[in-house]
């Protein structure tokens, strides 16, 4: 069965200031996709970042990053330089390859960001 | 518009009613999605269709719902007998669903606010 994991509900960062995000997963897989998607109050989810299983070279979107670890079935977010705007509901969600398409999603319960001016 | 587009955008209902969700996908996308999010939790995955037909309907928590794509573009989820604890964000999202996996990237809608009385 597949599982993700976000061990941390609510996190607040400084304005300007670097905050990461963790998400682990489990999953006998071995080819599979990886997302953040930030959800502000509109409700509206947009992904933020995607990560592919068998690049070893971390995904990076201007000012957002990942950490992923594959041995571990790790994979955190790290936002620099932080922004108001940045203040949203965080959720990893994971996918795996099924033939040309990706499939569902499965989804961690989320992380409450909180950016202070 | 160039997005996905859900109507309506909030649904109250008393138990036991019929209520039915529409989702309009980004045009040309052959993959649609629907998912749940209750209140606090991350979506969770309800069916996927591939053009007309339901791919995997394995999300689907029980005979009460339904959901159809009839010419492969717009699609309804149906909701019949409601309970309160349907009561939740139903959000649907589209992908292209063809031209490989690496850019196989699911958009979503807005959602669409259930509430059971």
């Known amino acids: 069965a597949q599982t993700v994991t976000q061990s941390q509900p609510e996190m607040s960062v400084q304005e300007a200031e670097t905050v990461t995000l963790s998400c682990t997963y489990d999953?006998?897989?071995?080819?599979?996709?990886l997302f953040w998607y930030k959800q502000p109050p509109s409700r509206q989810m947009i992904l933020v970042i995607r990560q592919e299983a068998y690049k070893q070279q971390n995904a990076t979107e201007n000012r957002f990053s990942v950490n992923f670890q594959k041995a571990a079935k790790s994979f955190s977010l790290k936002i620099s330089d932080s922004q108001l705007g940045d203040a949203a509901m965080y959720f990893c969600a994971y996918s795996w390859a099924r033939g040309s398409t990706l499939g569902r999603l499965y989804f961690g319960r989320g992380t409450q960001l909180t950016v202070w001016p | 518009g160039a997005g996905v587009s859900q109507t309506p955008s909030n649904k109250v209902t008393e138990k036991g009613k019929y209520v039915e969700l529409r989702c309009d996908p980004i045009?040309?996308?052959?993959?649609l999605y629907w998912y749940r999010q209750s209140l606090g939790q991350g979506p969770e995955f309800l069916i996927y269709f591939q053009g007309t037909g339901a791919a995997d309907d394995s999300g689907l928590p029980n005979d009460r719902f339904f959901a159809v794509r009839p010419e492969g573009s717009v699609s309804t989820l149906k909701i019949q007998r409601t309970e309160r604890g349907d009561s939740a964000v139903y959000l649907c999202?589209?992908?292209?669903?063809?031209?490989?996996?690496?850019?196989?990237?699911?958009?979503f809608g807005p959602g669409t606010r259930l509430t059971v009385l």
């Open positions: 999202a589209s992908s292209r669903g063809s031209g490989g996996r690496s850019t196989d990237t699911q958009y």
């Open positions: 045009s040309g996308h052959t993959a």
């Open positions: 999953t006998s897989e071995s080819d599979y996709y």
